[in-house]
């Protein structure tokens, strides 16, 4: 195994796939498809790779047809120095060019930004399914293991997908992702799970706005969270103020970005169905088909069914910077592009950063620690499926708001209930929650989709919990108390 740079934080999983594509010794070039949001540091971990191998890496731009294949072949020429500087024709030149690369061993060879190609020449694809093709001797003869990456979710997504081209032709399919909340705690250099869950409120698991767009400034303690919202993301002399603004002009499939930008507000005020949306931004639901898609592909929207309604289903907002733009810095744009008047905004937002932000974040959290991170024991049960959704009660003509239900393999019969939880930030949880929790348990069973046998009512606060509460849980097997604390405990 070739040594992860010592600098690069986590990324073991993903060093090691690319690793292990890199220098697979079999005969026959491979193709490998790498991509995730901006700011994730893919750049950096396949900049490395070929540094660390040896390998060829061509970083493509926004630029014509001609000018691109002109730049890969004067990279190309300062990697190998030949006799005679490259001048290719076309990029089925370039592409058998980098395939004798791979003659003598294995070597990576990573063109990042791969839709600038592809936008401006639709062929390219085409081309390196061609090149690429079982028996051609340029590629039998060949150890290259080509990397294809890109930022455009929507673009990358489709390349493997259906007809493509290239279907079939990838031995390699790796996303880099955010940092999951516990990473991200590590990352920024945050001890106190409370601190660390109102960070990652804003910020989410991207590395580049720690080291690049905050230069390193991370809260030094809980009362220094005010002061570094108001220092970082609300700062106009800041990268990260105009950041959620940027990122869906960058993707490169978004052309109506007015319309889109609108649906991201919708959800990030709370409007989380279609016909919410469309009240929001005057449309009709069924205009939102295709600005639903798009941003679904660009992993900037999430798709969350109703576990208890299967014709239900609400959105919510991926990126959580996006969200604390759209909650709380747009509508007050004019007044935070003025130098100094972050303090003034920050401190009549707070409650709304609360209840639109913090209060959906921590729900999200409880629900990615139920699948991910929850001790093995805590549901006697290995999750298939962790959601939200409504528990209606006929009776009493209402329905009950479930913010973590956690569902079991079903192996042919009723898939089993194996937690349903209340989330609530900043609140002490006490008897009424508890009663709350039975009550929907109970519904639940009467409804016959779920069995309930094994049933654990959960309860996520960061405020605590009373004394009768607590003594109810202790003489009870099927209540549990999770804290901050807990969430954080196996990072």
Excluded at 274 to 280: E, H, K, L, P, Y
Excluded at 364 to 382: K, N, T, V, Y
Excluded at 454 to 473: M, N, P, V, Y
Aim: with cysteine; hydrophobic share 40%.
């Amino acid at each position: 195994m070739v040594a992860k740079p010592a600098d690069m934080f986590d990324r073991d999983v993903e060093w090691r796939a690319l690793i292990g594509f890199a220098t697979d010794t079999e005969p026959g070039a491979t193709l490998g498809v790498v991509s995730g949001r901006r700011r994730q540091g893919k750049t950096y971990l396949l900049a490395a790779l070929c540094h660390a191998l040896g390998g060829f890496y061509f970083g493509a731009t926004e630029a014509t047809d001609a000018e691109s294949l002109r730049r890969f072949g004067d990279a190309l020429t300062a990697h190998v120095s030949p006799d005679v500087p490259f001048h290719f024709h076309d990029w089925a030149e370039a592409i058998d060019a980098v395939l004798a690369l791979g003659r003598d061993r294995p070597v990576p060879v990573v063109i990042d930004e791969f839709p600038y190609l592809a936008r401006n020449n639709p062929e390219i694809p085409s081309l390196i399914q061609a090149a690429l093709r079982p028996l051609r001797e340029q590629r039998t003869r060949s150890r290259t293991r080509l990397l294809l990456c890109g930022s455009s979710m929507g673009f990358m997504g489709r390349l493997l997908a259906g007809n493509a081209p290239l279907r079939g032709r990838a031995g390699l399919e790796l996303v880099i992702r955010p940092l999951e909340f516990p990473l991200a705690a590590d990352f920024w250099d945050i001890a106190d799970p409370t601190l660390a869950i109102k960070v990652n409120a804003v910020v989410g698991g991207t590395p580049a706005y720690r080291r690049e767009f905050a230069r390193n400034d991370s809260p030094a303690d809980a009362t220094d969270f005010d002061d570094w919202i108001v220092r970082t993301v609300l700062n106009p002399q800041s990268p990260m103020f105009r950041e959620a603004r940027y990122l869906l002009t960058e993707e490169v499939d978004a052309r109506d970005t007015a319309l889109y930008t609108s649906v991201l507000a919708a959800v990030a005020n709370g409007n989380a169905t279609r016909g919410g949306i469309a009240n929001f931004i005057g449309r009709k639901a069924s205009d939102l088909s295709h600005p639903i898609s798009v941003l679904e592909d660009a992993a900037l929207l999430y798709r969350d069914a109703d576990v208890f309604r299967a014709n239900r289903t609400t959105y919510r907002v991926a990126e959580p910077l996006i969200r604390f733009y759209h909650a709380i810095m747009r509508p007050v744009w004019e007044q935070l592009e003025r130098p100094g008047s972050g303090d003034r905004v920050w401190q009549a937002s707070r409650e709304r950063f609360r209840s639109k932000v913090l209060g959906p974040h921590f729900e999200q959290l409880c629900r990615d620690w139920s699948l991910h991170h929850a001790p093995p024991e805590l549901f006697g049960g290995l999750p298939a499926r962790v959601g939200h959704g409504v528990v209606t009660d006929q009776a009493a003509r209402t329905g009950y708001e479930v913010d973590v239900a956690v569902i079991g393999i079903g192996d042919g019969g009723r898939p089993p209930l194996l937690a349903v939880g209340e989330a609530k930030w900043g609140e002490t949880m006490g008897i009424a929650h508890l009663e709350r929790l039975r009550h929907i348990r109970d519904l639940i069973e009467h409804s016959g989709k779920y069995d309930t046998t094994g049933t654990r009512l959960l309860h996520f606060t960061t405020a605590g919990f009373s004394d009768s509460l607590r003594t109810e849980a202790g003489n009870a097997d099927d209540i549990a108390l999770i804290t901050p604390q807990d969430l954080y405990r196996h990072r």
